[in-house]
């Protein structure tokens, strides 16, 4: 039987400065690369692109130094083995705090039917959703992941860059 969902993924943040500023250019220079390792990666589906190869030009808030990523990948275990065990795409992960804001819910999770590409505001309501109820079926983290719909068990993927 053909799997019936696949993950998708958020994260925002807000620069620390304008996104322009050359403080940002490690992140900027990096994203490219950090890109196309994930869409090579096992289990990789979809991600959100702008006018560019990345989202940097797509606006979702007000605020001009909020930034959005999303994707879609096959499963909690495929993102999370890109995540946390791609050494470039860790190397990013450990600088984040140079670039961005400390924000309480800033990563959701959460299953979509096969084909389905999220929308921007279906991920900022799943952010808005975890910052409210914590993690639930609806939107998760991968400290605790829910089960697809189908049921199959997921175990939590520890943040291994924590």
């Not at 921007?120 to 992941?145: D, H, I, M, Y």
Request: glycine share 6%; aromatic share 10%.
């Amino acid at each position: 039987m053909a799997q019936a969902y696949h993950l998708a993924q958020v994260n925002v943040g807000r620069f620390r400065k304008p996104v322009e500023d050359p403080a940002n250019a490690d992140f900027m220079n990096a994203l490219d690369h950090v890109n196309a390792l994930a869409e090579a990666s096992a289990g990789f589906i979809w991600r959100l692109k702008g006018e560019g190869d990345n989202a940097m030009d797509l606006k979702p808030y007000d605020d001009p130094n909020m930034a959005i990523n999303m994707s879609v990948w096959e499963s909690v275990e495929a993102l999370g083995a890109f995540v946390y065990r791609n050494m470039d795409h860790r190397g990013v992960m450990r600088r984040r705090r140079e670039w961005f804001e400390e924000m309480p819910v800033y990563m959701a999770l959460w299953w979509v039917p096969v084909g389905h590409a999220p929308t921007v505001a279906e991920a900022k309501a799943k952010l808005a959703l975890l910052e409210l109820r914590g993690p639930t079926a609806e939107a998760f983290t991968f400290r605790q992941p829910f089960a697809a719909p189908s049921g199959a068990d997921v175990a939590p993927v520890l943040d291994a860059c924590a």
